[in-house]
């Protein structure tokens, strides 16, 4: 009787934990994502981009007058290709 009570028991606590663990599960998620959106926050700041893409610049070094095109060309390409690859083999069959 004793065995019957204890295996009982222990089927009772398991279910309890897995109940409970079901029921908490949504807001520990929601806690860790919070917390972690935060230290992202703190190690790259509020925009981790820099100033915002509409703010407009003055006073840069490389300010350039609105409406002036510019070309940059890339570098040419300093990579040789060599035109023999390696030695034909002509295979025979043997039978």
Known sequence: M???KTVLIILLVFFALRFSWKLAK????KYIAKKMGQRFEKSFGANPFGDSPFQQTTNTK???????????KDAPNTRKTSKTVGEYVDFEEVD
């Open 2 to 4: 004793d065995f019957l």
């Open 62 to 72: 490389n300010a350039k007058k609105e409406g002036k095109v510019t070309i940059d």
């Open 26 to 29: 949504p807001y520990l998620f």
